[in-house]
């Protein structure tokens, strides 16, 4: 599926803005991702398993606040670097 | 003694990336180079004095903390391929690691190791020179849950923010951390004993308890590792082994000028001189120079007496603060003194801090400056 990536995680993926993964959830997405550009998912949840406080992830538009949300090969994710601080 | 043709280089964190500044053999010009990480909060570069390993304690405000690792040698940054990062809890209560604060290089003889401190409080180590870290489980899962209660958040959350090995035995280790107190361990972190006897601890319901005190900053002696001395929320201190109970040194400083602040730097073979950078501590705790009017102190004598230096500093109206890891002595055979502000300046006090004049402004507020004698990774 499609995985629209934020700038601030450019640096682990060579620069692209967006990329393919795959997984029957969002764990298994994350996983996925960390698998193609290592390191990327310990940017996005922290070790409990907790979505990082600035980060906000979108499937298809909808916030998605748990990995345990299912995936479907057709959905777009959204990953997004919270604006805040100064 | 040192080598006196070698560049003094210095390794500044700061809320907004990285800068070393690089000196000419007399530490007359200094050479900016930088930012790395350029928008990142650096908290600490430390260099391995066994090998030149650089490593870099940072975060990116959005994605969390990391940990940086530049191999001698070499001009690049590696990212730890396992942060410091705590056990996964199933259900409620696992902690995270918000950033990491702290590294002190392991052993002589056990090169690659590393230490790391965290906020909140926790203690890692690594044994390949900074890829990948592992908890300290006596200490994250054994002494913390023990002393817990007694951890408060100080403003910058709780810290782990001093490690020191003994370098004559690799297994003795201290920690100190904000709030919660010194610790001691002599089987490489299994266990841990509280060393705080003697050190003011007011706030407390039960000032004599064995632990909840708030050191600032604590530092082994290199040379005469039984001599230790910490900046604590209540007072400067000195504790010469094996003795157990602290001792207030900062009763000598002038009682206008008192005894709070936060960075403790040593010379580095003289076990009897040390500096501290006074701060604002009435009412609520400004963390600003006293007055307005900033001044190292020095004492030559183990703390028993102590001279201000300001000359070159400014007179009035400087009211910036100097964090704990922002103070610093190089190794060099006449040692300058440094120290960075929370205003983004960076200072060097030359003949061991008679003589004071700025290296930098401008530069994003500065959380840690540490200074190396020769540059292991140009």
Same mark, same amino acid.
């Given at each position: 599926?499609?995985?629209?990536?934020?700038?601030?995680?450019?640096?682990?993926?060579?620069?692209?803005?967006?990329?393919?993964?795959?997984?029957?959830?969002?764990?298994?997405?994350?996983?996925?991702?960390?698998?193609?550009?290592?390191?990327?998912?310990?940017?996005?949840?922290?070790?409990?398993?907790?979505?990082?406080?600035?980060?906000?992830?979108?499937?298809?538009?909808?916030?998605?606040?748990?990995?345990?949300?299912?995936?479907?090969?057709?959905?777009?994710?959204?990953?997004?670097?919270?604006?805040?601080?100064? | 003694?040192?080598?006196?043709?070698?560049?003094?280089?210095?390794?500044?964190?700061?809320?907004?990336?990285?800068?070393?500044?690089?000196?000419?053999?007399?530490?007359?010009?200094?050479?900016?180079?930088?930012?790395?990480?350029?928008?990142?909060?650096?908290?600490?570069?430390?260099?391995?004095?066994?090998?030149?390993?650089?490593?870099?304690?940072?975060?990116?405000?959005?994605?969390?903390?990391?940990?940086?690792?530049?191999?001698?040698?070499?001009?690049?940054?590696?990212?730890?391929? /396992?942060?410091?990062?705590?056990?996964?809890? !199933?259900? !409620?209560?696992?902690?995270? *690691?918000?950033?990491?604060?702290? =590294?002190?290089?392991?052993?002589?003889?056990?090169?690659?190791?590393?230490?790391?401190?965290?906020?909140?409080?926790?203690? =890692? /180590?690594?044994?390949?020179?900074?890829?990948?870290?592992?908890?300290?489980?006596?200490?994250?899962?054994?002494?913390?849950?023990?002393?817990?209660?007694?951890?408060?958040?100080?403003?910058?959350?709780?810290?782990?923010?001093? @490690?020191?090995?003994?370098?004559?035995?690799?297994?003795?280790?201290?920690?100190?951390?904000?709030?919660?107190?010194?610790?001691?361990?002599?089987?490489?972190?299994?266990? $841990?004993?509280?060393?705080?006897?003697?050190?003011?601890?007011?706030?407390?319901? !039960?000032?004599?308890?064995?632990?909840?005190?708030?050191?600032?900053?604590?530092?082994?002696?290199?040379?005469?590792?039984?001599?230790?001395?910490?900046?604590?929320?209540?007072? @400067?201190?000195?504790?010469?082994?094996?003795?157990?109970?602290?001792?207030?040194?900062?009763?000598?400083?002038?009682?206008?000028?008192?005894?709070?602040?936060?960075?403790?730097?040593?010379?580095?073979?003289?076990?009897?001189?040390?500096? *501290?950078?006074?701060?604002?501590?009435?009412?609520? $705790?400004?963390?600003?120079?006293?007055?307005?009017?900033?001044?190292?102190?020095?004492?030559?004598?183990?703390?028993?007496?102590?001279?201000?230096?300001? /000359?070159?500093?400014?007179?009035?109206?400087?009211?910036?603060?100097?964090?704990?890891?922002?103070?610093?002595?190089?190794?060099?055979?006449?040692?300058?003194?440094?120290?960075?502000?929370?205003?983004?300046?960076?200072? *060097?006090? !030359?003949?061991?801090?008679?003589?004071? /004049?700025? @290296?930098?402004?401008?530069?994003?507020?500065?959380?840690?400056?540490?200074?190396?004698?020769?540059?292991?990774?140009?």
């Amino acid at each position: 599926m499609r995985v629209i990536i934020p700038s601030p995680l450019h640096g682990y993926t060579g620069g692209a803005s967006e990329c393919e993964a795959e997984g029957a959830t969002l764990a298994e997405l994350l996983a996925d991702l960390d698998r193609r550009y290592a390191g990327l998912r310990f940017r996005i949840v922290d070790e409990q398993e907790r979505i990082r406080v600035h980060i906000r992830i979108y499937v298809n538009r909808q916030p998605a606040l748990t990995l345990a949300v299912p995936l479907a090969a057709a959905d777009e994710v959204l990953i997004v670097a919270a604006l805040s601080g100064g | 003694m040192t080598d006196s043709s070698a560049a003094t280089v210095l390794l500044v964190g700061t809320s907004k990336g990285a800068f070393v500044f690089t000196s000419d053999a007399a530490r007359a010009q200094w050479t900016l180079a930088g930012p790395y990480f350029l928008g990142s909060s650096v908290n600490e570069i430390r260099a391995d004095p066994r090998g030149g390993t650089w490593l870099m304690a940072a975060k990116a405000g959005h994605l969390g903390p990391t940990v940086y690792r530049r191999a001698a040698g070499t001009q690049e940054w590696q990212e730890a391929q /396992r942060p410091p990062a705590f056990p996964k809890v !199933e259900g !409620e209560g696992g902690r995270s *690691v918000g950033h990491v604060f702290c =590294f002190c290089a392991g052993h002589a003889s056990e090169p690659g190791v590393w230490y790391a401190g965290s906020s909140p409080a926790g203690l =890692f /180590r690594s044994q390949d020179d900074g890829l990948t870290w592992d908890g300290v489980a006596g200490f994250n899962d054994g002494l913390y849950p023990q002393i817990k209660h007694a951890v408060m958040e100080v403003p910058g959350g709780s810290i782990l923010h001093s @490690i020191a090995v003994d370098p004559r035995d690799a297994a003795h280790l201290y920690v100190a951390l904000s709030t919660g107190g010194v610790f001691e361990s002599t089987d490489r972190g299994a266990n $841990w004993t509280p060393l705080n006897a003697g050190v003011a601890a007011p706030f407390l319901p !039960e000032p004599d308890t064995p632990y909840g005190h708030d050191p600032h900053c604590l530092a082994v002696h290199p040379a005469q590792p039984d001599r230790l001395y910490q900046q604590n929320h209540c007072g @400067i201190y000195r504790l010469d082994r094996p003795a157990t109970r602290w001792t207030r040194i900062g009763d000598a400083m002038p009682r206008d000028i008192g005894d709070i602040g936060f960075g403790l730097a040593l010379h580095p073979r003289d076990p009897d001189m040390l500096w *501290v950078f006074p701060m604002d501590g009435t009412d609520v $705790w400004p963390r600003t120079c006293l007055d307005g009017r900033p001044a190292v102190y020095r004492s030559s004598d183990g703390g028993a007496s102590w001279q201000r230096q300001d /000359r070159g500093l400014p007179p009035q109206h400087a009211w910036f603060t100097v964090k704990r890891q922002a103070l610093c002595v190089d190794a060099q055979d006449a040692p300058n003194v440094y120290f960075g502000t929370g205003s983004g300046e960076l200072w *060097v006090g !030359e003949k061991a801090g008679a003589n004071w /004049r700025q @290296i930098a402004a401008h530069l994003p507020p500065i959380l840690s400056v540490q200074a190396v004698s020769s540059p292991p990774c140009a």
